[in-house]
Structure formats: structure tokens, C-alpha cells
């Protein structure tokens, strides 16, 4: 059952289009991920979804409920998770979750035992009277998403939560989200990092200048650009990278690419070919630096969706480490 | 209910930020205690029979100064806040719009009417000025605290950053405080600067402050009281149609 409908969605400021006609829906205890670069409409498609931003077309229902009018019931539904820690820094951890519980209408006891069973999931429970700015950025970062869990709500989105940390509380808050996963929460989740997608996600939309341009899961979206692997070659220099890819050519099902001293084949079983390629090279007297071959991945999905590469798009490679955006 | 939640959190933040505190209460009361020592008072000593002197003269001005200093820092809060995500986060929650701007002006407004108080308070005291009546001075401290809250709306509207909350909330401190005469006379100024600022809760603020101290009463400070309300609803007014404006443009 689809608990986010999401269709045509618009948002058009003046001239410039932030999200254009994009639909999905997301089931009931799914985790749905947006990915695509910065500027590429995930933030402004949660900001609409959760009900912070008008929508200019199209419509969002969420359990049912529109988007628009901004109703308190709707806003009921969900909990958010910014990019930003959307937290009081003079404030303790547990000052902060009271009080994003007292707006929710929570109370004494069920509020204080709430809160004490979110700092335990999130491992701060002995931080609980520390002031935010004395926690670390990976502390910080837990304690953004428990705010945005201490309702228990259905439907989570999850803003790029992962933003500016070290690897280390990376892996801690995507522990956490896969923790939420088991327990059956719903999270919509936008990220311009291709592992984390591919480790949370049951399903991906690839989006980019606000247009969803593919969407499912990750081997479908694999096999919807062809599921061929990609061996990359690299050589002494330019000429002998001409000379192989010329040589290479000439073998049928094979597609090559050549760019400077780096050769690409693709083809749907090309580690069967790597003798041959190989040997084409002794051939063409070309000396082997490095060989790689990597296997149909989000990365060659929006490679092929978008005609570049996600990384350096304001994206990084999994397990890197960069600011916040 | 949300508004008194949101309120009460502004105001125990305010508290635990000493920065804050000490720009707007242990500056002000240093400053007005020295110049209480400068123009010959003596603390806890009565104030001199008829003495309308220069510590009268320039306790309210500077009073004023310092609520506007306040009106600044309570802007670039809300702009901080704002940066931070806070704003979003709170608009996400099932609490009405309304209430989170009620929340957050209520808090600003018991700020700046408590500093108000705690200078008057303090140089009552402490030098036995004569502000006037009680029941009538609170009145004025809650308008001048109302109407700048159309400043903080206004700033926060303009500057949008923190950083240029700050740099134009320090200019229109500044400008206020040179028009009005908040500095006594110590920087002159022309017919046409003394229309000028009329613009200013200043200009307003001692006016009343003067007429309470000199022996008026409610009567001798309506005419204050209604334009400290025409400058609140003016601001409030332009800063949301700059708001909406802005928003619709994305920026």
C-alpha cells in the first residue's frame, strides 16, 4: 500500500524549475531514496512533501492526505530529519527532544520514557544532559534524527542526513536508518551518495534537474541501462591506448571506448573476455598499468540516465568524506 | 498552547547566553551607574530636590539605545535559527504559523520590557531617579517592547543572515540613537533630523519617558502610545509583504 503519492509534482520559482512533473509513490515500510547531485530537486521534493514548501503543480497525498493547506493531522504523519541539525546548540540533548515533544503534544511520563528509549537507539543516553554544542558532529547528527523520531511516526524523510560527517558516524547513522528499516518505518530518503542508496534503499528514483528520470530497484534499474560490466584498461600512454582500442574493435559485442591512455570495454560478461584482452594488448605491444572491472552499479545507471557521472557532481565515492553542501 | 512552549524555549536560551546578557543588561547598568558617578550622584543617596540633570537626561536615551541593540540581537536569533534548519523543522511540526511567530515575538517582547524595567529599576534605585508613575511607565516599557518587535520582524525581513542582521541592525542602532539624542547633546542635530526621527521608537520612547519624569500623566503620553502602535502594525505589515514576496521568488 502506498502511504506517499506523489504526482506531477511542480515547484517553479520564476523562471527557474526546481522540480518538474515527478511522480512515485513510496510503500508502507519501504525505504525509497532520491538520488541525484546538488541542485538536482531532492531537498525542494521533501521540502514539498513534508509540507514546507507549496507545491506550483501537481499533487502529493500522504496517508492519504494532501500536501497542500499544510493541515496538522498530515503533519501528524511524519517526522523530519533535516540536513541541517535543526536543534538548539545552547540547549541539552534532553531539553531539545522536550521540547520538539511538548510541540507534538506529548507529556510527562510518555514523553520522558519517549525520550529516553530514542537516546538509548541512538546511543546517547549518557549524553542526555550535555549542551548540543558539546557534542560532536556525529552525536549531533543522531540526535537530529532522534528529534525527528520521537513521535513514533510512520513516515520518515530523511534529508541528506549523512552530510559532513566523518566515515565513522556515517556508518553509526546508517546503522541507525537500517535499524529503523528492520523495525518497518517508512523513509524517504534523498542522498547524492550512490553506496548509501544502494545499502538502504529498496528502491532508487535517480533524479536530476528536478526530473525523475529512473526509478526501482537497483538491480532494475541495472538492467533498464543494459547490465553490461565495465572493464577499465589503463596503459603506458595515449598511442598504445589507441592502438588497443582499435585492436579491440574489431571483436563483436564488445563496446570500446578510449580516452587517453584509459581504454573502456563494455559487455555483459566482459571478465570472460579479460585473456583476450590481454593478449590483444601484447599484441599491440601495450603496457598493462592497472586493470579494473566493475559491475553494473548506480553510478553507471546515472552515467547512462544522465550522460556524466555522479561523482564530482557534488557527490563523492562511497565511504568518502566531504563537507556539508 | 504552542505559543507559550515556543516562548518559553526562546527565553531559557536567551538566558543561557551570556554574550546576550551581557550586552543587554551588564553594559547598559555599567554604563548608567558611571555616568550616575559622572554627573555627581552618590549611590543609594537621594536624588538632588529638582533635579532634572544629566543622568535624567540621558538614562532613558540610553535605555532606548540598548533596546535597540536587544531588537538586533533578537533578529539575528530568528536568522540564526532559520540557517540552523530550526525554523523548518518547527514549521514541520502540526503547530500553526501563527503561533511559532506569537511564540518567538512574545519571547523578544519579555526581553526587551524586562531590560526596560531593570534599567529603570536599577537607576531608581541605585540614584533615586524619578521616571514617573509606575503603573503608567510599565505601560510605556510594554509598547516600546511591542513596537520593537516590529523592528526585529523588519530586520530579520531585510537581512535574512545573520551577518547582515547584524551589520544593519548596528547601523540602525546607531542612526536611532544619533537622531533621537540618545547620547545627550553630544552630537548636534538639524530641524530636518529631528523629523527624521520620529521614524525611531526612540524619539517616542523619550518623549514619554520625559513627560512621566516632568510630572505628566497617562493623558501627556497617548500621543506616544499611538505611534509607538502605527510603527508596530507599519512593520509587522512591510515585513510580511517582504517575506511573501521573497518567498514566492524562491530566494
Known sequence: MALVEVRELRKQYGSITAVDGVSFDVHEGEVFSLLGPNGAGKSTSIGMLSALIEPTGGEALIGGLSVRGRSAALRRLFGVVPQEIALYEELSAKDNLLFWGRLYGLRGGDLRGRISSILEKVGLADRAGSAIKTLSGGMKRRLNIAAGLLLGPRLVFMDEPTVGIDPQSRRSVLDLILQLKREGTTILYTTHYMAEAEELSDRVGIIDHGKLLAMGTCRELAASVGGDEQLRVALSGREEGERLSQSLRAVPGLSVKSDGAQVTVRAPRVRQLLPRIVEAAAAVRATLRDIEIREPNLETVFLAYTGRELAGQGADVPGGFFGAE | ?251
Not at chain 2, 74 to 101: F, H, K, M, W, Y
Not at chain 2, 113 to 124: D, K
Not at chain 2, 169 to 193: E, H, K, N, Q, Y
Request: net charge positive; aromatic share 8%; glycine share 10%.
Open chain 2, 1 to 251: 498552547m504552542a505559543v507559550l512552549i515556543i516562548a518559553w524555549q526562546d527565553l531559557k536560551r536567551s538566558v543561557r547566553d551570556p554574550v546576550g546578557l551581557v550586552m543587554t543588561l551588564a553594559v547598559p547598568l555599567v554604563l548608567i551607574v558611571a555616568i550616575g558617578l559622572v554627573a555627581g550622584h552618590t549611590p543609594f543617596q537621594p536624588a538632588p530636590v529638582g533635579g532634572f540633570d544629566a543622568l535624567s537626561y540621558i538614562a532613558p536615551g540610553m535605555a532606548l539605545f540598548f533596546m535597540m541593540l536587544s531588537v538586533r540581537q533578537s533578529a539575528r536569533t530568528i536568522a540564526e535559527d532559520t540557517d540552523r534548519g530550526v525554523r523548518n523543522r518547527l514549521r514541520s511540526a502540526p503547530v500553526a504559523d501563527i503561533s511559532i511567530t506569537a511564540g518567538n515575538t512574545a519571547s523578544h517582547v519579555i526581553l526587551l520590557f524586562l531590560q526596560l524595567l531593570v534599567l529603570i529599576g536599577i537607576s531608581s534605585l541605585l540614584y533615586g531617579l524619578s521616571w514617573g508613575p509606575t503603573a503608567v511607565l510599565v505601560l510605556v516599557c510594554l509598547a516600546l517592547a511591542v513596537s520593537a518587535s516590529g523592528w526585529v520582524a523588519l530586520l530579520v525581513s531585510l537581512g535574512r543572515t545573520p551577518g547582515r542582521i547584524n551589520a544593519l541592525g548596528l547601523a540602525l542602532t546607531l542612526t536611532f540613537g544619533i537622531l533621537s539624542r540618545s547620547f545627550g547633546a553630544v552630537i548636534p542635530t538639524t530641524p530636518w533630523m529631528d523629523t527624521l526621527s520620529r521614524v525611531t521608537p526612540n524619539y517616542w520612547g523619550q518623549h514619554a519617558f520625559f513627560s512621566l519624569a516632568l510630572g505628566g500623566g497617562m493623558t501627556s503620553i497617548m500621543r506616544d502610545l499611538g505611534a509607538l502602535g502605527i510603527m508596530c502594525a507599519a512593520l509587522w505589515a512591510a515585513a510580511a509583504l517582504l517575506s511573501r514576496t521573497r518567498s514566492a521568488k524562491g530566494k
